[in-house]
């Protein structure tokens, strides 16, 4: 049977679906750790997704005194501020260079992300990106980083036609204590974070809400909460 991808079928479901290269185990699986973990710089020559200009890049870099500034992997990502359900990180694009896959970067660099946003703000709720259920190397590493697959967002008429149709999965991360809120390599960071003003936004994050996603991390994230 031939495979249809839903993403041909319904275009406005695909926007800010993350994308990763293939991600698995090697004998370099070690080359992540010598790494450098940080926001973007000015001088970096990265890029952000499409339509989330307002966004900020935080990015994998080779130690200066290997390869000044070589950007191995990056990471569009931004705040989105809620009536109902706190403040979400939401992360649009993952990206690793081709001669750099497959040795652990995207899970280690989405740990440090997320690790840099709750020091950054404790007060986010979770951490939240889309990817197509058919991006297997994504799925793998986006689960190594701490991320849980919560379900596709389409009618539950639909979802048995899962693996015929290739659907959308919301991926979550939630903070809780044990998520590092003090990163030493930051200290001179300054920049806030930004917060994402794109109109299809509220239409993706309906999707928790329809799925009861988001009352049920917000309502359990309230002892993390910092009281003003």
């Known amino acids: ?17 993350a994308s990763v290269a293939p991600e698995g185990s090697s004998a370099e699986a070690n080359f992540a750790a010598t790494l ?12 952000r997704e499409y339509g989330f200009e307002d966004a900020a890049v935080f990015v994998a870099a080779r130690p200066q005194s290997e390869d000044p500034d070589e950007i191995v992997a990056d990471a569009t990502f931004g705040l989105l501020s809620t009536p ?20 652990g970067v995207a899970p280690e660099m989405m740990r440090r992300l997320l690790e840099y946003v709750h020091w950054k703000n404790p007060r986010v709720v979770a951490g939240w990106l889309r990817v197509s259920s058919d991006n297997r190397g994504a799925i793998k590493a986006y689960k190594k980083a701490g991320f849980v697959d919560r379900g596709a967002a389409v009618p539950e008429e639909l979802k048995r036609y899962e693996g015929i149709f290739h659907f959308i999965h919301n991926f979550v991360y939630t903070f809780d204590a044990s998520t590092p809120s003090s990163l030493s390599s930051n200290d001179d960071d300054d920049d806030s974070l930004p917060y994402l003003k794109r109109s299809v936004m509220k239409p993706f994050f309906s999707e928790l809400i329809v799925e009861g996603i988001a009352d049920e991390l917000y309502s359990n994230s309230s002892s993390l909460l910092v009281k003003e």
């Open 1 to 17: 049977m031939k495979i249809i991808h839903l993403a041909a079928l319904l275009t406005s479901t695909c926007l800010g679906a």
């Open 36 to 47: 450098e973990y940080r926001r973007a710089r000015v001088s970096d020559h990265v890029r």
């Open 84 to 103: 109902r359900h706190g403040e979400w990180l939401y992360i649009p694009r993952v990206f690793v260079r081709e001669e750099y896959r497959k040795r």
